[in-house]
């Protein structure tokens, strides 16, 4: 009978020395990934004073007929711009002409009136577009980086359509376009 109980002893000693061996670790980490993108986006902002009319009033000298020398307009300003990657800027215009008075204009007279539109402030080189120019290299105007910003859109250099010698012909509207586009660069 002894040798059973020693032989039991023996066994149980051998079975606690064997538990230290299976002890499990009191932590385990296990760890996760977020993820998400940001496309690339532009929003072109709203227009300031949510007036988007370059009124001109009266273009010629009343006196002359000839198309004033002192046109000025305020700048319009479009607030809340951005782009989340690199950009162009590319600004655009029509001529301003006679909307009422459509035909070929009598000798001695014109129906257009020319101008130079710009967007700045996105870019150091405002995007510069002359509706009297066929090429308009410098009406796109690229930045490196996204950017949040005021545009400020500006009309300048007004001239009579086909030469300064040339009256406006009378009509009640003369109506031009110029269009700012904010583009994410691929």
Known sequence: MKTYLQLALVMLGGWGAATPALAQSDSDTKQ???????PALCA???IAGANATFDLGVLVDTSTGFLRTDLAAPAKTITGSFCSIRSTIRVEATPMTAQTFTAVPPSGF????DYTATASGWTTTPARYATEEAIHTDATQSRATAFTGDITVALSQ???GGGTALRLVSDPSYSGTVTVTLTAAD
């Not at 996760?32 to 940001?38: E, K, L, S």
């Open 158 to 160: 007004f001239s009579t």
């Open 32 to 38: 996760f990934t977020v993820i998400g993108t940001v």
């Open 110 to 113: 014109s129906r257009t009136v």
């Open 44 to 46: 072109g902002g709203t």
